[in-house]
C-alpha cells in the first residue's frame, strides 16, 4: 500500500494556498514595520499596495499554470471544483484586482487613509472570492461567502472619523448577515431534505424532476412526453450535467467494496470483468474525436449506427434488475483515464446522450415506466455499447445492483422501491432563499436598497472593489448552484430570476436618472446591469451561460475603465478634499484633460451599449439570447429601459464637454504607468467590438466545460 | 468470608449516579436563583452556573461535543455578553416580591399547563420503539456495524482534520479576519501630535466632564 501524502491532481487550490499564505506574510511584514517606534510608523501603503499586486500577479501565474487535464475535476472531498469556469472566472477577477490596487494607489494616500491593512483586507476578500468561484459544496460557498462579506463591512467602515461610512458600514454588516442568515437557512433545508451540501448530489438527486410537476415521481406524465422531456433535457444540460459522474464511484463504491466483490465474482465474470476493462479502443477513438470540441456532430454516422445497432435490442429490456452500473464506470474510468486523459468529460455525456436517444426510439417499449426503467436502459446500453453481446455483461451489472442502493438511503429507498411520490415544494422553498440571499449580495432590485447608501457612504476606493470586482464570482455561485445544481428545478426559480431582473433594470434605469453624486449614479447603473445580467441567466440555455459571461467580463472592464478615471481625477484645490464626487466635479474635463475625457466618453458609450464599442455587442447578444428562448416580454422591456437609461450616461458626457460654464477644474496630473493601463482598457472597447472572437470563444467554452 | 465483592462497574454506577444528582439538583437550584435573585448580576452569574452544570450533565451522558459547545458559546459567549450589558446599563434593582406574590396565581397556572404539554410529549415520544408504525421498521439493521468506540470528539477531530481540513482553514480566515478587522477599526493610530495647553478648555471643565 503505498501512502500519498500529497497528491498533486488533488491540489485544485494550489493558488488558493498560496494567496492566504502570502496575505499572512505581508501581515507581519506590515506589523513588523507599520508598528514599530524604531522606524517612527512609517506609512507603507504603496509599498503593501505594489506587493499586493505582485502576490495578485503570481497567483494569476499559478492559475495559468495549473493543468486542467491533470487535476481531478473535484478535490478536497468534492467541496472544489477546478473546471474551466473556476479558472476562467479567477483568472479574471485577479486581473480585473490588480488594475484596481494599481489605480487606488494614489487615490488611497490622497484620502489619508494610513492603516496598512486597509489593502490586505482587500486581499481577504479576494480570497473569499476566489474560493466562491470554485465552491462545489454549500458549505465551503457559506464560508467563503462570509470571509468575503465580513472584508466588505470592514472596508465599508474603514474611514472611523466619516459618519457616513460608519453608517454604510453598519447598514451593510446587518444586512448582509440577514442575507447570510437566509442563505444559512435554505442550505439547511436542502440539507435536511437531500442529506447532502453537494452541488454534485443535488444534481444527481433532483435531475429527474419535470418542468411543471412538484413532485420527483415520473409516473404522472404520459410515456412520450416524458421521455422528450428527458431526452430534450439530456441534450440541454449535456455536459454541464454529467461530467461529475467520476464523483458518484468515489462516493457509492469503495475501493475496499470493489475487491471485495472482485474476489466474490467467479472466474467466467472475471474475465468478463477483464473483457470489459480492456475494450477501451472505442473509447480511446471516441475520446479523439471529442477532443476537438465538435459537438455539433453528435448525429455522425457512428453513432448513427451505434443507435441502430441498440434498437434490436430493446425487446430484452426485461431483464430484472439492472442498476446503472457504477462498478462498471469505475473500471472503465480508470482503463479511459491511462488512455484519454482528456476525454473523461466527454465520454460521460457521450454514454448518456445515446441512452437518451435510445429511448427516444423506444418509447413504445412497455417498460419504460420509470425512473429505474429509464436508468436500466441506460445501463443496457452502456453495457451493450462495450460488450454487444448484452446478457452476458448483464450478469456482471446485477451483481452491483444492491450498492448502488445503499440500505440507509431513505430517500433513494422511496423513490426507487415505492414509487412514491416526493413532494418538493420545501426544495422549492429552500431554493427561493437561496436565491433571495444571493440576491441581497448582488443587490437585485427588490433587495437594492443597501447598495446605493452603502456604495456612497463608504470610501471611494472601496466602492470600486464593491462595484466592479465581486459580482462575477456571486454569478459562478449562482451557475453552480441553480444551473448544476437545481437545473430540474428551473421552472420554479426562473420567475424569480425573471421578476428579480425585470425590477432591477427598472429601479436602475429610472432611480439612476434622479442622482447627482456620481457615485450613487455608477451604484443604480451597477443595479441595472444586475439586472441584464440576470434576464440572461434566467434563459437556461448555453447561448444564456456564454452571454452572461461575456457581459461580465465586459461590466468588469469598463467598471474599470470608469472608475479607475473616477478615482484618478483628483481635484487640485484643497478645501474641496471630499470623498464623494458631485458630477459637477468633472465638468469642462475635456478642457483640462482632453483625453481622459474622450475616455471617460467612450467607456461611458460601452457601458450604454453604444455601437462602435463592444458594449453593443454584449447588449445586444443578452437580448437575443433572451429572445432566443422566447422571454419576449422581458426583452422588450430591458431593451425599453436600456434607452432611458442612455440618458444618464449621456448627461455625464454633456458636463464634460458642453457645459455652460467658463472655467473647469483642476487635476492633479497621473502618472505614466496608469495612464497606460487606462489606455488599455480604453482600447479593449474597440479591439473586442473589432474582433470579439477571442472573448466568444473563451466564453463559450466556459459555459460549456463547467 | 467478608462478604461479595462489589463490581468496578457498580462503583462506576454508583459514582455517576452520585455526579447526576449532585449536578442537577445544582442546575435546579441555579435555574430557580435566576428568577428569584433581586440583583441582575447575581442572576447572570447564576445564569453561567446553570449552564456549566448543565454541561456536566451532558458529559455524564458522554454527549462531550454538546457539552463543549455549551460551554464556548453560552457561558464564553453569550452570558458573558450578557454581563457585559447589565453592567454597562447600570439597573436599579426594585423590589419585586409584592409582585411575585400577586402574579404567583396566574404563573402557577402556566407552568402547570407547561408541565402538562411536557408529560404529553414525553409520553407520546419516548416509545420503545419509535420506527414502530413507519416505512423503516421492516429494513434489517446491522446495529454492531453502526456502533463505534470513538467519544464524539474524537469523531469529529478525525473529520475536521481530513475531510473539511480546507473549510477548517477557511474558517481560521475569517476568524483572523475578524480579529484584524476589530483591532483596525477601533485601534487609533500611534500619533506624534505634541502636548499642548489649551488654557479656556483647562477653566471650563467641571467635576462632571473629566
Known amino acids: 500500500m503505498i501512502i500519498e501524502t500529497v497528491k498533486l491532481n488533488e491540489m485544485g487550490i494550489f493558488p488558493e494556498l498560496f494567496f492566504g499564505i502570502c496575505i499572512i506574510y505581508l501581515f507581519l511584514y506590515g506589523t513588523f514595520t507599520c508598528y514599530n517606534s524604531r522606524f517612527n510608523f512609517p506609512i507603507i501603503q504603496t509599498s503593501i499596495s505594489y506587493l499586493a499586486i505582485l502576490v495578485l500577479i503570481m497567483v494569476s501565474f499559478l492559475l495559468i499554470n495549473d493543468c486542467l487535464n491533470e487535476l481531478n475535476y473535484i478535490s478536497f472531498n468534492s467541496s472544489i471544483a477546478n473546471d474551466y469556469l473556476s479558472f476562467t472566472s479567477k483568472l479574471i477577477i485577479s486581473l480585473s484586482a490588480i488594475v484596481f490596487l494599481l489605480m487606488t494607489q494614489e487615490h488611497i494616500l490622497d484620502q489619508k487613509i494610513n492603516h496598512f491593512e486597509y489593502i490586505l483586507i482587500f486581499l481577504f476578500a479576494l480570497l473569499g472570492i476566489f474560493l466562491l468561484c470554485s465552491s462545489n459544496d454549500l458549505i465551503i460557498a457559506y464560508l467563503s461567502i462570509e470571509l468575503q462579506s465580513l472584508a466588505f463591512y470592514i472596508l465599508a467602515a474603514f474611514r472611523k472619523n466619516s459618519t457616513y461610512s460608519i453608517e454604510a458600514g453598519l447598514k451593510y454588516f446587518v444586512l448582509g448577515a440577514f442575507s447570510s442568515g437566509l442563505f444559512l437557512f435554505g442550505s439547511s433545508l436542502l440539507y435536511g431534505i437531500s442529506g447532502s451540501v453537494n452541488f454534485a448530489d443535488f444534481k444527481d438527486l433532483f435531475f429527474w424532476s419535470i418542468p411543471g410537476y412538484t413532485t420527483v415521481t415520473l409516473q404522472s406524465l404520459p410515456l412520450l412526453d416524458r421521455f422528450e422531456l428527458l431526452t430534450n433535457k439530456i441534450r440541454l444540460m449535456g455536459i454541464s450535467q454529467f461530467s461529475l459522474s467520476e464523483y458518484d464511484c468515489e462516493t457509492l463504491l469503495t475501493d475496499f467494496e470493489y475487491l471485495n466483490q472482485y474476489n466474490q465474482l467467479d472466474s467466467v465474470a472475471r474475465a468478463e470483468l477483464q473483457d470489459l476493462i480492456i475494450k477501451t479502443d472505442l473509447y480511446n477513438e471516441l475520446g479523439r474525436y471529442f477532443e476537438a470540441g465538435f459537438f455539433s456532430q453528435m448525429n455522425t454516422p457512428l453513432f448513427n449506427e451505434r443507435g441502430l445497432r441498440l434498437i434490436e435490442n430493446l425487446d430484452i429490456f426485461n431483464y430484472y434488475g439492472i442498476m446503472f452500473p457504477s462498478f462498471a464506470k469505475k473500471s472503465l474510468w480508470q482503463a479511459v483515464a491511462n488512455e484519454a486523459e482528456n476525454s473523461r468529460l466527454f465520454i460521460e455525456f457521450m454514454m448518456y446522450d445515446i441512452a437518451g436517444e435510445k429511448i427516444a426510439m423506444g418509447t413504445d417499449s412497455q417498460h419504460a415506466h420509470s425512473p429505474l426503467c429509464y436508468l436500466r436502459i441506460l445501463a443496457h446500453s452502456i453495457s451493450s455499447y462495450f460488450n454487444d453481446s448484452y446478457p452476458k455483461n448483464c450478469r456482471l451489472l446485477t451483481v452491483y445492483m444492491p450498492y448502488f442502493i445503499e440500505p440507509d438511503d431513505y430517500q433513494t429507498k422511496k423513490y426507487f422501491y415505492e414509487h412514491e411520490a416526493f413532494d418538493v415544494g420545501l426544495l422549492k422553498f429552500a431554493l427561493t432563499f437561496i436565491l433571495i440571499s444571493l440576491f441581497f449580495k448582488l443587490a437585485i432590485a427588490p433587495f437594492h436598497t443597501w447598495s446605493p447608501a452603502v456604495y456612497e457612504g463608504s470610501p471611494t476606493s472601496t466602492t470600486f472593489f464593491f462595484v466592479v470586482v465581486p459580482k462575477l464570482a456571486i454569478f459562478v455561485l449562482l451557475l453552480r448552484i441553480f444551473y448544476f445544481g437545481f437545473f430540474g428545478f428551473i421552472d420554479s426559480w426562473r420567475y424569480y430570476v425573471i421578476i428579480g431582473a425585470i425590477s432591477s433594470v427598472l429601479v436602475g434605469c429610472v432611480a439612476g436618472l434622479e442622482q447627482r453624486k456620481l457615485k450613487s449614479l455608477l451604484a443604480y447603473s451597477s443595479i441595472s446591469h444586475m439586472g441584464y445580467l440576470l434576464i440572461s441567466f434566467s434563459t437556461g440555455s448555453f447561448e444564456g451561460i456564454q452571454m452572461l459571461l461575456n457581459y461580465l467580463i465586459i461590466y468588469m472592464i469598463s467598471g474599470l475603465c470608469v472608475w479607475s478615471i473616477f478615482v484618478l481625477t483628483r481635484l487640485k484645490n484643497n478645501y474641496s478634499k471630499k470623498q464623494n464626487k458631485d458630477l459637477g466635479d468633472l465638468v469642462l474635463l475635456h478642457k483640462s484633460n482632453n483625453m481622459l475625457a474622450l475616455i471617460l466618453t467612450i467607456s461611458l458609450f460601452s457601458i450604454a451599449g453604444l455601437p462602435p464599442t463592444i458594449g453593443f455587442l454584449v447588449k445586444m447578444s443578452i437580448f437575443l439570447s433572451a429572445i432566443e428562448s422566447s422571454m419576449y416580454f422581458a426583452a422588450l422591456i430591458s431593451i425599453l429601459f436600456s434607452v432611458i437609461s442612455a440618458f444618464y450616461y449621456i448627461r455625464i458626457i454633456k458636463i464634460l464637454y458642453y457645459e455652460p460654464v467658463l472655467v473647469g477644474k483642476l487635476y492633479y496630473p497621473i502618472a505614466t504607468q496608469k495612464a497606460f493601463v487606462t489606455t488599455l482598457l480604453f482600447y479593449s472597447f474597440f479591439f473586442f467590438f473589432i474582433n470579439p472572437t477571442a472573448l466568444y470563444l473563451m466564453t463559450h467554452k466556459t459555459s460549456l466545460m463547467f | ?210
Open chain 2, 1 to 210: 468470608m467478608s462478604g461479595v465483592q462489589i463490581p468496578f462497574s457498580l462503583y462506576q454506577n454508583m459514582i455517576i449516579n452520585i455526579l447526576f444528582y449532585f449536578f442537577s439538583n445544582i442546575l435546579l437550584f441555579s435555574a430557580l436563583m435566576v428568577v428569584i435573585v433581586q440583583n441582575s448580576i447575581y442572576s447572570v452569574l447564576f445564569l453561567v452556573c446553570s449552564f456549566i452544570s448543565a454541561a456536566s450533565l451532558l458529559f455524564i451522558l458522554e454527549c462531550e461535543f454538546i457539552a463543549l459547545l455549551f460551554i464556548i458559546i453560552y457561558v464564553g459567549a453569550i452570558a458573558v455578553l450578557f454581563l457585559f450589558v447589565v453592567m454597562m446599563l447600570d439597573i436599579k434593582t426594585i423590589n419585586l416580591t409584592k409582585n411575585t406574590i400577586k402574579y404567583f396565581p396566574f404563573g402557577s397556572f402556566i407552568s402547570i399547563i407547561f408541565l402538562f404539554e411536557i408529560l404529553a410529549i414525553i409520553l407520546k415520544n419516548f416509545k420503545s420503539n419509535p420506527y414502530q408504525e413507519k416505512f423503516l421498521v421492516n429494513f434489517y439493521y446491522n446495529w454492531y456495524e453502526k456502533l463505534d468506540g470513538l467519544t464524539e470528539i474524537e469523531a469529529v477531530g478525525q473529520v475536521l482534520y481530513t475531510h473539511y481540513v480546507l473549510q477548517f482553514l477557511v474558517a481560521g480566515f475569517i476568524l483572523f479576519l475578524a480579529v484584524v478587522g476589530s483591532i483596525v477599526l477601533t485601534i487609533t493610530p500611534p500619533s506624534k501630535k505634541s502636548k499642548s495647553q489649551i488654557i479656556y478648555r483647562q477653566i471650563s471643565r467641571n467635576q462632571d466632564s473629566v
